[in-house]
T-cell receptor, first 115, second 111 residues
Framework: EPEVTQTPSHQVTQMGQEVILRCVPISNHLYFYWYRQILGQKVEFLVSFYNNEISEKSEIFDDQFSVERPDGSNFTLKIRSTKLEDSAMYFC?????????????FGAGTRLSVL | GQQLNQSPQSMFIQEGEDVSMNCTSSSIFNTWLWYKQEPGEGPVLLIALYKAGELTSNGRLTAQFGITRKDSFLNISASIPSDVGIYFCAGRTYNTDKLIFGTGTRLQVFP
């Protein structure tokens, strides 16, 4: 069964460093998303991406964050200068449809630990 | 902002029991989804609901889209140990792909 793949599974970084979280969405999907989940809390939307541009972003997704689809298979989330409060699980999701019949399939996540 | 309140927050039940959890909001949603999350994993889709009043089953799981479009419930019948995990509802409003997740219901099943 096709699945969303995320790497690395765990990333440890020093505060102020840049990190890139990588995702390989399901191959025929066109809509891509990043969510995050702080330990013990609910999953929160960060950004949606379609047709090589951001469709929607949350208040969390400030200037320190960026997304990119560098080639036909990868979808990345970059945090330019990490802060302690960026420590969380980051989930990538993808869908083959937008809006009404949009079903988002999630990867296993990358745990980001900022020290 | 929009919020989804899930209840109960946690449940401790014996194997074989039925389980019911719900999700409520002050806002109207056009789609309701139910996901299960196990430790160290991402959310896995269980059931998707698209119309008010819709009742959908997936094996031992049944979910309903509330008539008011402000709530949804999930039932699990005859629970088994592998049902353990955190169950999240997620809603989507009109004209957006963004999912708003509920606060989660942690389910523990004892043999």
């Amino acid at each position: 069964e096709p699945e969303v793949t995320q790497t690395p599974s765990h990333q440890v970084t020093q505060m102020g460093q840049e990190v890139i979280l990588r995702c390989v969405p399901i191959s025929n999907h066109l809509y891509f998303y990043w969510y995050r989940q702080i330990l013990g809390q609910k999953v929160e939307f960060l950004v949606s991406f379609y047709n090589n541009e951001i469709s929607e972003k949350s208040e969390i997704f400030d200037d320190q964050f960026s997304v990119e689809r560098p080639d036909g298979s990868n979808f990345t989330l970059k945090i330019r200068s990490t802060k302690l409060e960026d420590s969380a699980m980051y989930f990538c999701a993808s869908s083959d449809k937008g809006f009404a019949k949009n079903i988002q399939y999630f990867g296993a996540g990358t745990r980001l630990s900022v020290l | 902002g929009q919020q989804l309140n899930q209840s109960p927050q946690s449940m401790f039940i014996q194997e074989g029991e039925d389980v019911s959890m719900n999700c409520t909001s002050s806002s109207i949603f056009n789609t309701w989804l139910w996901y299960k999350q196990e430790p160290g994993e991402g959310p896995v889709l269980l059931i998707a609901l698209y119309k008010a009043g819709e009742l959908t089953s997936n094996g031992r799981l049944t979910a309903q889209f509330g008539i008011t479009r402000k709530d949804s419930f999930l039932n699990i019948s005859a629970s088994i140990p592998s049902d353990v995990g955190i169950y999240f509802c997620a809603g989507r409003t009109y004209n957006t792909d963004k999912l708003i997740f509920g606060t989660g219901t942690r389910l523990q099943v004892f043999p």
